[in-house]
Structures are given as C-alpha cells and as structure tokens.
C-alpha cells in the first residue's frame, strides 16, 4: 500500500493529490477522468456486494444441519475465489506492466471488488442460513419483533415512534408495502439481506472522500465484516459511515479560507443533509460522539485568520447545523417532547464485564460457557497483543498526525465515547438505568482501528520522505516498481483476510438451538414460524411450526429498576440485586 498514500502534504488533510489527477492536463480534464472512475468504482463495489449475495441464494443446502452450514459456507469461499483470483491477478500483472493511470485504476477497482465482496460473502452466509424460510433473522422475537410492531403500525396509520429513529421503519413499511403485499416479516429479510450486502461498500466509499483506495480498504475491511449487524444493520451503518463523515467536515473547515462563501455554504448544506439523513436512521452515534466533535470543530476554526476566514466558517458550520437539524426534524421534535421520559434498563452479558474492556463483546447472545474467562486473558496486566497494536497505533498517530483532519474526527469520537461511557456505567447503580452504554464498545474499538491504519499510513509516508531526503544526493536503486508490488500485496492480503473474516461472521448466524444461547438462535427461530399459506418452512426442525402472532404496536417498558438478561432468578440478587420480578409482573 506505500504507493497510494505517497508523501504528506503541507495542508491538514491526509491524503495527497490523486496521481491520475496529477497526471492529467490542465483545465477540466482531471475532474472529468476522475468522474467515470469514481462512478466505476462505487458500482463495481455495490453490484459486486448485491450481486454475490442473489448467486448465494442458490445454494442448495439444509441450513438446520451442521454438514449442510459447513457445505454452505464452503460454496460461498469457492464462489468467491473464482471472482477474487482473476481480479487479484489483474492486479498483480498491472503492477509490473501497465502505465501510471491505468495501474491506479486497476487498484482503484481491485480495492472496491474487495469491498464489495467481503460483506457480500456475509450477507451470502444469511441467505444460506435462511434458506426455506421467507422470515428474517430473528423472526418475530426481540428486535426484529419490535420493528415489525412499529412498521406496521405505521402502515396502520398509528404513526411513528416517541424517540425511536423513523429512517429504517419507514424503509421497512414502504418496502412491505409495495414489494411483500404489507408482510413485514418478509420485508425485513429483504432488508437485512440487502444492507448486510452493501455494509462494506458503502463504508469504503464513506472512507474513499477521505484516503487512497488501499488504504480506505484497510479501514473498512476489517471494520465492516467485524461491526455487521446482520439482524438490524442500518444501526452500524450508520456508525461506520459517521466517522469519515464527520472527518470530511473537519476538512473542509480547516480549507474554509480558500472557499468562497457561496462554496462554503453549499458544502455546508451537503454535509448537513449527509448527517440528517444518518440521524434519521439511527441516532445513538450522534449522542457519544457529540462532545468530541464540538470540541474538535472550535480547535479547527480559524480564529486568528481574519473575518473573512470566520465568515466562510460561520457559513460552513452554520448550512451544516440548520440543514442537519432541518433533515433531522422529525426525530429531534419527538426527542425534545419525549427524550427524557426514555430510560433504558436493559441489562445484559456486557454490562456484567470489566467496563475497561473495549476491545470485544458477547451481547445478550454470548453463547459463552460460564467456565472460560471474559474478557479473554492477555499477557500483560490482563491486555492481549491485539490491544497493544492497536494503542501502539493510537500513540503513533498522535505524535505523527495530530493535526490532520480524519486523526483528530477519530480520536474526537474516541475520547468522547470513552468519557460518557464509564459517566454512565457509574450512575447505572444509583439510577437503575443502562442507557445503552455498552455499544460505546462499538465506537471506541472502530476509532481505534482506524487511527492504527491512520498511523500506518502516516509512519510510511514519513519514513519514504526521510529515504527521499537521505538519498536525494546519491544514487540508490530500488527493485522495479517496488511500491506497486507491495500495494497489490496488500491487496492479496486484505482480500484472503476479508474471506476467512466473512466466514467467520456468517458461521456465527448459522442456524443452533436456542438452548446454545449463541447468535444462531435467531435464524433458528425464523425456521420456526409458518409461511403465508400456513405450511411450515422447508427445513423446519421436525417438520413443526408456530403461527406468527398479530403485529402489534410495542409498548414502552414500565421496569423502574434494571431489568437482568442472562441471568437465571437464582443468580439475580448477586447481579442486580433484590429479587427477580415474577413473569407476569415484568415490564
């Protein structure tokens, strides 16, 4: 990868200028080439994603079975490869043979493919272990029950939720509406089949506006496969999304002296619409990463560039602020009516653990026997050599790259999440509430994964400007084409990486009883529930099946102490103390 990201320049951003625009003439020429790549580039991922996933549909396999799972995701590696190995050898050959543009147009695609197919591999592994059913993950239990409530209340005409973001019920009732014949259930199995799809995708070219094709991929590879929520995606969608958003902003804030105002303005409105619309879908991210990004805009406003300077960022921030709340409206008004009557007291495996450890989570599904040790032991003072990379990369990219844009857009949402966290984790006893803090678990590892790759990308674009320097009087010969081959390397790399990782998360949704308390339970349960027409889907678990109930408009819990997940009536006093409400009188 040393070749997408080749030097640092003066300015705060951190990628330099694309050197297939570099390439081109003067004048309009660089926008227009660059247009049709960057059109390429996005579609190959998308089509690449949805497509892969509508070929696994096809796989022929008894999903309740563990030979027919390990059939399954076997088929999904091979497919895979007879895509992957043209592609990655089209890379490798264009490294060594072809000429400046069109070699980094070839990585440009070769990167998005393996966007495009990382997810797309898990999204295929859910269509697998949904095979015979026309019910999504979780069928009509938990989550997935509440938002089938909501969505078809909506198309009752009970309208929307108090606080509950309006953006994927919406989706999911119109979707049912016009494609499934009002049928929710099925609907959201669309739904989930598609967003898992696209995660990948749509997070690379989230992170694409800010870093070179192989270095974006190294962000939202790992993040995208290890952050899929199959069961209700659009919630870390958003998140992952969020992050690079919110380094654009802080770009182009501190570029605003060279805007125009009418340029400040229109970016402003962009970027606003951009973050109403993510509002809209899921809002948590925008509650922990709130404060980081205040402080980090007033550090990046030009206060000592003149009124003219502040003037373009007044416009900027201020476009940004109204059209993001205007976009958002729907979901800030109700918040303001009804915020601060919601409290979550859901309590669960993670907010039994070690509130210091970031880097891993079970959920309410951890399937992890009582006997092992979580978090898992590391070897020194308890941290694992996972942990120390990546706070290694923290240390590096504070020291290398504080001032650039999309470092401080990470440690800002890094610090903030981190802070409001152990605030909440603390008052959790006195005030009998969770308030969602654990998937603060989310923010932080994602922040620090990409600061490790930021740091990655930092350290070498520094250590070729001291080679350049050192050698700059001397004649020193390098293997040909050297930074070529080691980027299509690393493509190689991250493309074998993202295979085994798909696998691993579609292994982990691949159908178990409920009694192994693992992610399986939810495909298991979709097996569970009669068709349309009555009859039992294909593969259910002795040929046996349940009706699915009405789809009611779900009510707010009445709980006014937390209320303890996996954990037995025996075991509640040492958890959440007192005694276990009896079934009929829980909220």
């Known amino acids: 990868m040393p070749d997408v990201a080749t030097e640092v320049p003066d300015e705060p951003q951190l990628a330099p200028p694309d050197p297939e625009a570099s390439a081109a003439a003067p004048g309009r020429r660089p926008r227009t080439r660059r247009l049709p790549a960057a059109t390429a580039e996005a579609a190959l991922a998308l089509v690449l994603a949805v497509g892969f996933m509508l070929w696994a549909r096809n796989i022929h396999v008894n999903p309740l079975i563990r030979v027919g799972q390990v059939s399954g995701l ?60 026309p019910w999504g993950l979780g069928g009509q239990d938990g989550d997935p029950g509440t938002l089938q409530g909501y969505a078809a209340s909506f198309l009752r005409g009970e309208g929307l939720p108090d606080v509950y973001p309006p953006g994927f019920i919406v989706l999911l009732a119109e979707w049912a509406k016009y494609l499934r014949g009002g049928h929710v259930g099925y609907a959201l199995k669309d739904l989930q089949l598609l967003l898992s799809a696209v995660f990948g995708p749509l997070c690379y070219l989230a992170w694409r506006t800010l870093l070179r094709p192989a270095w974006a991929l190294a962000v939202a590879l790992p993040a995208a496969i290890l952050f899929l929520d199959p069961i209700r995606p659009y919630s870390h969608l958003v998140m992952v999304v969020l992050l690079p958003l919110i380094g654009c902003l802080l770009t182009e804030l501190t570029r605003v002296t060279a805007l125009s105002a009418r340029a400040a303005l229109l970016r402003g409105v962009s970027l606003g619409a951009a973050f109403g619309l993510l509002f809209l879908v899921y809002s948590g991210w925008f509650v922990w990463s709130a404060p980081g990004v205040l402080a980090a805009v007033l550090l990046l406003v030009p206060w000592r560039r003149g009124r003219a300077a502040l003037t373009r960022a007044a416009g900027l921030l201020g476009a940004a602020a109204v059209t993001a709340a205007a976009v958002g409206s729907p979901l800030l008004l109700k918040l303001a009516a009804h915020g601060a009557g919601t409290v979550d007291r859901y309590a669960y495996f993670d907010v ?3 509130p210091a450890y970031v880097l891993g989570w079970r959920s309410d599904r951890s399937g992890w026997p009582a006997a092992w040790a979580w978090p898992p032991p590391g070897e020194l003072a308890g941290q694992t050599t996972f942990s120390l990379l990546v706070l290694a990369g923290l240390g590096l990219a504070l020291a290398l790259g504080l001032r650039r844009p999309p470092v401080i857009a990470a440690l800002s949402c890094l610090v903030s999440a981190w802070v409001l966290r152990f605030w909440f984790a603390g008052h959790m006893q006195r005030d009998q ?18 600061l490790a790759v930021l740091a990655a990308l930092l350290l070498s674009a520094g250590v070729r400007a001291a080679w350049l320097r050192l050698t700059a009087d001397r004649q020193v ?15 190689c790399g991250l493309a074998v990486f993202g295979a085994m990782a798909a696998s691993w998360s579609a292994n982990r949704y691949m159908p178990q009883n409920p009694q192994s308390g693992t992610m399986g339970i939810d495909a298991y349960r979709s097996h569970m529930l009669q068709r349309a027409d009555g009859s039992c889907p294909l593969y259910a678990p002795g040929h046996t099946c349940a009706a699915p109930r009405e789809d009611r408009r779900p009510q707010d819990s009445k709980d006014t102490r937390l209320w303890c997940g996996n954990v037995s009536a025996e075991n509640w006093p040492l958890y959440c103390g007192g005694r276990a409400p009896s079934p009929e009188g829980s909220g």
């Open 352 to 354: 039994y653990t070690d």
């Open 433 to 450: 509430a969770v308030m969602l803090y654990p998937r603060t678990t989310w923010l932080i590892l994602y922040a620090l994964i990409a």
């Open 74 to 133: 076997a088929r999904l590696q091979f497919r895979a490869a007879l895509l992957a190995i043209p592609l990655l050898a089209a890379v490798l050959w264009a490294a060594r043979r072809a000429g400046g543009p069109r070699w980094h147009l070839v990585l440009r695609l070769g990167c998005a493919a393996v966007a495009g197919l990382g997810t797309g591999i898990v999204a295929g592994g859910i269509a697998v272990a949904l095979r015979g059913t």
């Open 477 to 491: 010969r390098l293997p040909r084409f050297l930074g070529r081959r080691l980027a299509a390397g690393s493509l």
